[in-house]
């Protein structure tokens, strides 16, 4: 997914940047309003944090007129913390509001939140979605997410996750899952789990070396931690 982030201080951007970039995000920036408004047109970004005071144009004006072409998430970024500045963002458009100095971890947070509530409905809704964490599948249409980004699975590995997700929590050995998801396809090689537990974990782990959620219970099998 696109975030665009504009603030006049380029040692914050690069900062914030750096870290989302980390956690997988497309990132572009810019350092004015009139940045703001030029990127946002020109490259639909799924989510824009955006610093209040900026030259050239302020990210209040900022936010307004991107609100004339786009419903896109904007959060914004301010050195004021009274109710009124909060009111006055809101009522220019913005979805969120940030004071600072700000701990990098809330921001992730925010945003994820934001992307939660604002993508996934748009394109999955009525339809059967199933949630843990940061992975999330659509049963209907078969799509994978992490963190909101589609993710691309070979039928069979949509098959294991589908599965383990249904039952979290539950360990699995490798021959129950061979009967369960293969049946007799693949019934003479047991090491074909393994090979599709590491590609799930390469695809959907943020770290597969030390997986949050696709783990192995030693000497039994395997599960999704809920």
């Not at 690069?14 to 009139?34: A, D």
């Not at 004021?80 to 809101?90: C, H, N, T």
Request: include cysteine.
């Amino acid at each position: 997914m696109k975030i665009l982030v504009v603030d006049d201080e380029e040692l914050l951007v690069k900062g914030i940047r750096f870290n989302l970039q980390n956690e997988g995000y497309e990132v572009l920036t810019g350092f004015s309003g009139m940045d703001a408004l030029q990127l946002a047109r020109a490259e639909n970004p799924d989510l824009i944090v955006l610093d209040v005071m900026m030259p050239e144009m302020d990210g209040l004006t900022a936010c307004s007129k991107i609100r004339e072409f786009s419903d896109v998430p904007i959060i914004l970024l301010t050195a004021k913390a009274e109710d009124m500045d909060k009111l006055m963002g809101f009522e220019h458009g913005a979805d969120d509001y940030l004071t600072k100095p700000f701990n990098i971890l809330e921001l992730k947070a925010r945003i994820r939140a934001l992307l939660r509530r604002t993508r996934a409905p748009r394109e999955q809704q009525g339809e059967n979605v199933l949630t843990i964490g940061t992975i999330s599948l659509n049963l209907d249409s078969r799509n994978t997410y992490r963190s909101g980004e589609l993710v691309d699975l070979t039928a069979k590995e949509f098959d294991v996750i589908e599965f383990l997700m249904k039952n979290p929590n539950r360990v699995y050995s490798r021959e129950v899952l061979l009967d369960t998801i293969w049946a007799y396809e693949y019934h003479s090689d047991i090491r074909t789990v393994d090979v599709y537990i590491r590609r799930l974990r390469e695809k959907l782990e943020e770290n597969p070396a030390e997986p949050a959620y696709i783990l192995t219970k030693w000497g039994v099998g395997y599960y999704f931690r809920k």
